[in-house]
């Protein structure tokens, strides 16, 4: 069995609601391939869903600096970025997402993670139109359709009103 078929194992058993069995499934495969990418995100995303934010972000940091790549590069900015808006540092957060986007602007779960930062950071003008444009680019329905210049124009309108928010 490879590290990868390992990987998806621990994950397929995995209890959201009680994290510390993946966890110590895990740290093995850390000891073991402690420089492996995917072990680093791994573990930092049972770390982020166990709720201990400040340990996930370190696996993160080391998972982006392993050299991830592809879906996994894609799903570990929308997590850390996600344990960075947690742990309260929303402009490192809004600086890994603006980065996330330009690297993957196909991805919706990032504008939309995006969204909920701008608003965690009192936003709430830039999270609502960030929002709109996530409805314009990624919802395919005849409504959005027609309205797309008029839902992209109050997006920018909004998106204004956030300078004068005190």
């Known amino acids: 069995m490879t590290l990868g078929d ?10 959201r609601d009680d994290m510390q069995p993946t966890i110590d499934a895990l ?52 997590q850390y970025g996600s344990t960075l808006r947690n742990l309260g540092e929303y402009e490192k957060s809004l600086e890994v997402f603006e980065a996330a986007r330009a690297t993957f602007p196909d991805s919706p779960a990032l504008g939309a993670f995006e969204a909920i930062t701008l608003h965690a950071a009192g936003r709430s003008h830039a999270a609502v139109a960030s ?6 680019d990624f ?28």
């Open 131 to 136: 929002l709109l444009d996530v409805v314009v």
């Open 27 to 78: 740290l093995p495969h850390y000891a073991s391939h402690p420089e492996n990418a995917r072990v680093l995100y791994e573990i930092g995303g049972a770390y982020d869903t166990a709720g201990q934010e400040g340990i996930a972000r370190g696996f993160y940091e080391k998972a982006l600096a392993a050299g991830l790549d592809g879906d996994l590069l894609r799903r570990c900015y929308v």
């Open 6 to 15: 390992e990987l998806d194992l621990i994950f397929e058993r995995r209890d």
């Open 139 to 166: 919802v395919r329905a005849s409504d959005i359709e027609r309205y797309k210049a008029a839902i992209s124009g109050n997006a920018s309108s909004i998106r204004a009103l956030d300078g004068e928010q005190s």
